[in-house]
């Protein structure tokens, strides 16, 4: 079993910057990458960022690329997302994930264990 608990998300203007964490604990030696999700309102859970646990390679959606970064600190077994220059179309619950899988982040079916998620709101 993984355990991920994440932690960051709130109010903030358009425009502004958050930074989201994932820790992880557990049998996380069995995860090779790990992703963030988001889910708005009425809307299906969507990819958007992922990075590999041992190499750092990292992957966006595209309309994140260029304001979001995922990074990881091994030691501290913990994944963060900076955002920055938030919309309002990034209000969602956002969610951590993890994956033994070694294709396929972008698909939420291929992730074994789930944060609880972390509400962000963006005003404009």
């Known amino acids: 079993q993984v355990q991920l608990v994440e932690s960051g998300g709130g109010l903030v203007q358009a425009g502004g910057s958050l930074r989201l964490s994932c820790a992880a604990s557990g049998r996380t030696f069995s995860a090779y990458a790990m992703g963030w999700f988001r889910q708005a309102p009425g809307k299906e859970r969507e990819f958007v960022a992922a990075?590999?646990?041992?190499?750092?390679?990292?992957y966006y959606t595209d309309s994140v690329k260029g304001r979001f970064t995922i990074s990881r600190d091994n030691a501290k077994r913990t994944v963060y997302l900076q955002m920055n220059s938030l919309t309002p179309e990034d209000t969602a619950v956002y969610y951590c994930a993890t994956t033994g899988e070694r294709m396929g982040w972008t698909n939420a079916l291929k992730y074994d264990y789930w944060g609880q998620g972390t509400q962000v709101t963006v005003s404009p």
């Open positions: 990075i590999i646990w041992s190499y750092g390679t990292s």
